[in-house]
């Protein structure tokens, strides 16, 4: 078992982009105590949004779970910057919240979320098991299928 994250993601063959900046009036992350809040990142992948739409309707459950993965490496970017690069400060993934933009007859939001749980249990293990809601949305930021946000516990 790798105990160091950045080991562990180049034995995962996940790349991190660098943390993006808001496109909007908030911060990226909040640090209070020993929390760290994330902002609800979108599904980047090298700079561009890939997949537009809505699940059940132009996007299939397949993409909506590589979409979530993406939001979850947006959120391990994040991660890092407030961590001041040293991932292994991680002491347990809190909660994920995600989004799910979707045809009104879907109902399957949490198998599209757990494509971030799973990496995030992949990468930090038990510390990784996490409190999660999945809910679906007539619409998000940029017509992005999936929006993640996160919390995170750090050592200070």
Not at 21 to 33: D, E, F, K, R
Not at 68 to 76: G, Q, T
Not at 90 to 108: I, N, W, Y
């Amino acid at each position: 078992m790798i105990d160091d994250i950045n080991k562990k993601l180049v034995a995962l063959n996940i790349k991190l982009d660098e943390a993006s900046i808001p496109a909007g009036s908030y911060v990226p992350y909040v640090i209070t105590g020993n929390l760290v809040f994330i902002s609800g990142q979108l599904p980047f992948i090298n700079g561009q949004l890939t997949t537009k739409g809505k699940v059940g309707d132009n996007v299939s459950i397949d993409e909506a779970i590589k979409m979530a993965e993406a939001c979850a490496k947006a959120i391990l970017s994040q991660l890092k910057a407030a961590c001041n690069g040293d991932l292994n400060r991680v002491k347990r993934v809190v909660k994920l919240g995600g989004f799910v933009a979707s045809a009104p007859e879907f109902t399957d939001h949490p198998t599209v979320i757990n494509g971030a749980s799973d990496l995030f249990v992949k990468i930090f293990g038990e510390k990784g098991k996490h409190a999660r809601f999945a809910i679906g949305a007539a619409a998000l930021p940029r017509d992005v299928p999936v929006e993640i946000e996160g919390i995170f516990e750090i050592e200070n």
